[in-house]
Nanobody, 122 residues
Framework: VQLQASGGGLVQTGDSLRLSCAAS????????MGWFRQAQGKERERVGS????????YYGDSVKSRFTISRDYAKNTLFLQMNSLKLEDTAVYFC????????????????WGQGTQVTVSS
């Protein structure tokens, strides 16, 4: 599985931004997907994840009610809609995929995309 993230950029506080992650391979439809981020000098954290059926989502406390994860099975694409962006959302954002049928709450992802930089300024 190859993952290609895009959509990062420089925005101001309160703005919105949508990240995309194009996935190659046949396992997109059977794998949980997620977004992680890593701010400078900090550990990588899970922003959120979405299950195989899109019915199960998880969000980190810092992004709940502001960020929304979704997936387009026809386009093999994962999205992260980010609203009401804050300075502390500045980070490199990574998309990730778990092995097929693996619960994202049990173990780490198996595949990682390259990061896309999101910078929020005041």
């Amino acid at each position: 599985v190859q993952l290609q993230a895009s959509g990062g950029g420089l925005v101001q506080t309160g703005d919105s931004l949508r990240l995309s992650c194009a996935a190659s391979g046949r396992t997109f439809g059977s794998s949980a997907m997620g977004w992680f981020r890593q701010a400078q000098g900090k550990e990588r954290e899970r922003v959120g994840s979405i299950g195989i059926s899109s019915g199960t989502t998880y969000y980190g406390d810092s992004v709940k009610s502001r960020f929304t994860i979704s997936r387009d099975y026809a386009k093999n694409t994962l999205f992260l809609q980010m609203n009401s962006l804050k300075l502390e959302d500045t980070a490199v954002y990574f998309c990730a995929a778990w092995m097929p049928f693996i619960d994202p709450n049990i173990g780490p992802p198996a595949h990682w995309g390259q990061g896309t930089q999101v910078t929020v300024s005041s």
